[in-house]
């Protein structure tokens, strides 16, 4: 079956630097890789997704790569804020579409430090 | 902004006992999920509904777990009796299904079985 590995349980980095979490994955690649924000007793909120055939993907200060090769994708947070400082989730669609759920990874929680 | 409701946030309530979930998805979100997330770990899906289809239940543990999403818009999520290990985080989600807009979860429940 497939396995998630987001491999840092917890990062710490210091305000205005960028923040680098990292997703791999085995067995087949995903449909889509699609990347949530999670904050203490909320749901996950939907940040990016980035499909297969895609290398790159930015949205104001984040960016997602998704290696099939490797398969590992990687989110960027640049200009790092305390307001950033959440548990960031990674999933994987194998399907895409209406058929298709999301299979999560644990989480990485990242603190950002004034 | 739209959003998924749940009810309740919080139930406390004794092994043995019934407990029951609301979810009320995005108006037009044909698809809806049930996740639930153990502290620390990623959701894991229970289970997930097409309309008032049930397109995914694999993981639902059906001797004491019940779902139901009868006019394909609101649904519930039964737990009957509760048993300990079932304390965790129930989370409701809901996509129009095409993918890139992601899902988009509710609040969650917090269930606490004593």
């Known amino acids: 079956s497939q396995k998630i590995e987001q491999n840092s349980e917890a990062l710490n980095i210091q305000e205005g630097k960028t923040a680098t979490l990292t997703c791999n994955y085995t067995?087949?690649?995903?449909?889509?890789l699609q990347w949530y924000r999670q904050d203490p007793g909320r749901g996950p909120v939907f940040l990016l997704l980035?499909?297969?055939?895609?290398k790159e993907k930015r949205k104001e200060r984040l960016k997602v790569t998704f290696d099939t090769t490797l398969k590992q994708s990687l989110f960027h947070i640049t200009a790092s804020q305390p307001a950033d400082s959440a548990t960031y989730l990674c999933?994987?669609?194998?399907?895409?579409?209406?058929?298709?759920?999301?299979?999560f990874g644990k989480g990485t929680k990242l603190s950002v430090k004034p | 902004e739209a959003e998924v409701a749940q009810s309740p946030r919080y139930k406390i309530t004794e092994k043995s006992q019934a407990v029951a979930f609301w979810c009320d998805p995005i108006?037009?979100?044909?698809?809806l999920y049930w996740y639930r997330q153990i502290l620390g770990q990623g959701p894991e899906l229970l289970v997930q509904?097409?309309?008032?289809?049930?397109?995914?239940d694999s993981q639902l543990p059906k001797d004491r777990f019940s779902a139901e999403r009868l006019k394909g818009v609101d649904s519930t999520l039964k737990i009957q009796p509760a048993e300990l290990g079932d304390s965790a985080m129930y989370l409701c989600?809901?996509?129009?299904?095409?993918?890139?807009?992601?899902?988009?979860f509710g609040s969650g429940t917090r269930l606490t079985v004593v």
């Open positions: 989600a809901s996509t129009r299904g095409q993918g890139e807009s992601g899902y988009t």
């Open positions: 067995n087949y690649s995903p449909a889509y």
């Open positions: 980035i499909r297969e055939n895609e």
């Open positions: 999933a994987l669609d194998m399907n895409g579409g209406s058929q298709g759920n999301l299979i």
């Open positions: 108006s037009g979100h044909a698809t």
């Open positions: 509904f097409q309309d008032e289809s049930v397109v995914d």
